[in-house]
């Protein structure tokens, strides 16, 4: 039978790498979308007044603008981060459920500053009746104004946040209002004012109003029982949106009115993480296994379990030997490998005791033949061999010396012993 040839790999050495390395950084890149929850393609909830929306109704300039003056922004899908003691920015949409937006501010006045920005305008996709050029020229996320709408969540508020929300200036042609407060002074993008009614002894404190002296921002000073709460954080309802959104944020007065707010909330900046909400917005996510990974505490594990495996995988590519030749079948025949085989277990299991006794009968039957005797009896191969070589040592004394060895040295001198007497009788 001739030998087998030796097979090459599939693949090289470099190309198993380059694979494994790519399929890891495809499942890191997976689980990263996963656990971020990302909002990758589709229209990223175009038309909504939020903080990841670039359309003249959200608030990503704001967020852009406010990182730019130092905050730590974040722009949260986790309904845990509510909790923030930092200042939480809450944009909800117009059909918010007043209830649930109370219990929020409810439970972050001993937390941190709160920031409501009213809704204002309805928008929706460019229509496909304006021109072909017009609409070529809409980005990702642009939307269309389509006028003003009051929502009706404030006035189902409880005290103290209550107010009722009036819209002025409608008619066409109406030029934009003017406003001021916070040390600043400037008009509106549009005619339409968005303003606050508030109720009876709300105690609530003007912070921009237009020039009718109507409350196009305010804060809430009273605690959540109606009296005054120094140990309580502000509350801050910010009426017309047009102060703060993309739309608002293309004029430097009305910029610099939003920091103020901003900066009025923060203490002069002694608040440094700014957190926009999106749960009110439907972008709410539940906590997984993914994000918890890489989350003080559990981050320490992830990177320990992270360097195992690379050291796993530099061991899988290391040699532990030469590399294994095919110089015959798979599986040898004859005595002589059973023999090999028997002797590399015994070997390897270091249990040389074993071999004294066995090879001290196999001798004993060999003794009994050449000396013509019926059973391999000690006492009987003394004799036989006293009348035979009387000069040499008894087998029995021999074989007892081979059974009691237990070093590899005294078994062979032992098994050497019983082989010259064998030697001698051929």
Avoid: C
Avoid at 183 to 206: E, F, I, M, N, S
Avoid at 207 to 232: C, K, M, Q
Avoid at 362 to 374: F, K
């Amino acid at each position: 039978m001739n030998a087998a040839a030796p097979t090459q790999g599939a693949f090289s050495r470099g190309g198993a790498l380059a694979l494994v390395a790519v399929g890891v950084l495809l499942f890191t890149a997976l689980a990263f979308l996963i656990g971020a929850g990302a909002d990758f393609g589709g229209e990223g909830g175009q038309g909504q007044a939020h903080a990841a929306s670039n359309g003249l109704n959200g608030y990503a300039g704001l967020v852009r603008l406010t990182e730019a003056q130092g905050y730590t922004v974040t722009r949260s899908r986790s309904p845990a981060e509510l909790e923030t003691d930092g200042l939480l920015v809450l944009t909800p949409p117009p059909g918010a459920d007043a209830e649930e937006l109370a219990k929020v501010l409810n439970e972050r006045r001993y937390s941190g500053p709160t920031l409501v920005i009213v809704p204002k305008w309805r928008a929706g996709k460019p229509s496909d009746d304006l021109p072909l050029q017009v609409r070529a020229k809409f980005k990702r996320g642009w939307v269309v104004l389509d006028g003003v709408q009051a929502s009706r969540w404030p006035r189902d508020l409880p005290a103290p946040y209550t107010f009722s929300l009036l819209v002025d200036g409608t008619q066409k042609g109406a030029p934009p209002a003017g406003w001021s407060g916070l040390g600043h002074t400037g008009q509106l993008p549009a005619a339409p004012v968005l303003y606050a009614k508030p109720a009876k002894g709300d105690g609530q404190r003007q912070l921009i109003v237009d020039a009718s002296n109507r409350r196009l921002a305010f804060e809430v000073s009273l605690g959540a029982d109606g009296t005054a709460d120094e140990d309580a954080y502000p509350v801050t309802f910010l009426v017309d949106p047009d102060l703060a959104n993309n739309y608002g944020l293309a004029d430097p007065a009305r910029a610099s009115a939003a920091i103020a707010l901003i900066d009025e909330l923060t203490y002069g900046g002694d608040i440094y993480e700014v957190v926009f909400d999106l749960t009110l917005n439907g972008f709410g996510a539940s906590e997984n296994l993914l994000t918890l990974a890489f989350r003080p505490p559990f981050l320490a594990a992830t990177l320990a379990l992270m360097v195992a495996l690379l050291i796993i995988g530099w061991r899988a590519f290391q040699r532990f030997g030469p590399p294994a030749t095919a110089t015959g079948p798979d599986i040898a025949f004859g005595k002589r490998q059973l023999i090999a085989n028997g002797a590399g277990l015994i070997l390897r299991a270091r249990r040389y005791a074993l071999l004294g006794a066995p090879y001290a009968a196999l001798s004993a039957r060999r003794l009994a033949e050449r000396l013509g005797l019926a059973r391999p009896d000690p006492e009987a191969i003394d004799a036989a061999l006293a009348r035979r070589l009387p000069d040499e040592e008894p087998f029995s004394r021999r074989a007892a010396r081979l059974e009691a060895a237990t070093n590899p040295t005294d078994i062979l001198a032992a098994a050497r012993a019983l082989d010259d007497l064998n030697a001698k009788l051929s």
